[in-house]
Nanobody
């Protein structure tokens, strides 16, 4: 059974950094594009970033462009999200998932538990 486990969240002051990890078990990452999503309190889950299976192509929503970097290590079945210059509006639960393309899209895997990111002002 495929399982995605996110980690690395926490409480950080505005301007700070966090690095999120997403480990997959039961299925390798190497054949699929992967995306990061987030859900702010009271809002729907939204797409944040994605990377192709080879790592050669990435996409970021405008609100995180230049601040977030997605990467992956297929040998470790792990996807990362480096978040710099964090803002209070980045607060939310972050999830990773399989996506059909490198761009805004619906995830097609089961959701993990996510990891909470809280940015204080």
């Amino acid at each position: 059974q495929v399982q995605l486990v996110e980690s690395g969240g926490g409480l950080v002051q505005a301007g700070g950094s966090l690095r999120l990890s997403c480990a997959a078990s039961g299925r390798t990452l190497s054949s699929s594009a992967m995306g990061w999503f987030r859900q702010a309190p009271g809002k729907e889950r939204e797409f944040v970033a994605a990377m192709s299976w080879s790592g050669s192509s990435t996409y970021y929503v405008d609100s995180v462009k230049g601040r977030f970097t997605i990467s992956r290590d297929n040998a470790k079945n792990t996807v990362y999200l480096q978040m710099n210059s964090l803002k209070p509006e980045d607060t939310g639960v972050y999830y990773c998932n399989y996506v059909p393309r490198v761009g805004p899209s619906q995830a097609f895997g089961s959701w993990g538990q996510g990891t909470q990111v809280t940015v204080s002002s």
